[in-house]
């Protein structure tokens, strides 16, 4: 999910990739930047960058997390010192584990306990505080993302409060052509959405597709057309 958005935002953004590691951040930042202008030439207005993590949120008015679970509410606490109400924090975080051949939505765990009533968005905002945490892109395919030459005809559940981070979140979703941000509810409803990834997933192990994602369209019966 990481490189997909990086991929795509830099079409008009300045994103800034974060590791523990410069050397790995540099590493990745020149790797995305080389396929992005690639892609882009002469259109791409933004740029691709590595930092550590804890020289982010200076930089940036958005925080995207797109960790794996396990590291997620660890890597947030190096952070959230550096962060301010200004900013906004975006989880993309997706809990889930696999049990056999199918995927299963699996709590995260902190302090060695599963958070079985926590989505990983409503932990990220217990962390950070009174800074404002939207929930958003886990439906969409990352191999998507990625493959530029893609048209992501394709929706994003967005959950969360915070009208100023809401419009952030929806802003940046309409950068990337063809998605469109649905809101669906406070940060609470982030779990239902969290989990429809998984479901997916399997959706497409059982039946044989290639990346199934969500778009919501209205149903029309046919006697109500009629009418």
């Known amino acids: 999910m990481g490189k997909g958005l990086a991929l795509r935002w830099a079409l008009m953004h300045d994103v800034w990739l974060g590791s523990r590691r410069i050397e790995k951040a540099e ?3 020149r790797e995305y930047e080389s396929v992005a202008r690639g892609f882009y030439g002469n259109r791409m207005k933004g740029s691709i960058k590595g930092v550590v993590n804890t020289d982010i949120p200076p930089l940036v008015e958005v925080v995207v997390l797109t960790l794996p679970p396990k590291h997620a509410i660890e ?3 190096t952070i959230k010192d550096k962060l301010t109400s200004q900013h906004v924090v975006v989880s993309v975080i997706v809990p889930m584990a696999r049990e056999e051949k199918l995927f ?3 709590p995260v765990v902190v302090g060695g ?3 079985y009533e926590k989505s990983a968005a409503e932990l990220v905002a ?3 505080g ?3 945490v939207v929930s958003a892109f886990q439906t969409v395919p990352a191999s998507y993302l990625r493959d530029l030459d893609s048209v992501l005809n394709v929706d994003v559940l967005v959950s969360g409060q915070d009208e100023h981070a809401l419009q952030t979140v929806a802003r940046m979703t309409h950068d990337i052509p063809n998605l469109r941000a649905l809101r669906v509810g406070p940060l609470s409803t982030s779990k239902m959405v969290e989990s ?6 399997n959706a497409a192990i059982l039946n044989n597709l290639k990346d199934p994602s969500i778009r919501i369209v209205p149903w029309f019966p046919s006697d109500f057309a009629e009418e």
């Open 27 to 29: 590493a990745v930042s």
């Open 113 to 115: 306990k599963a958070a």
């Open 75 to 77: 890597t947030v606490k």
């Open 130 to 132: 009174n800074i404002p």
């Open 104 to 106: 299963t939505y699996s």
């Open 196 to 201: 429809i990834t998984p479901l997916l997933i």
């Open 126 to 128: 217990e962390e950070v």
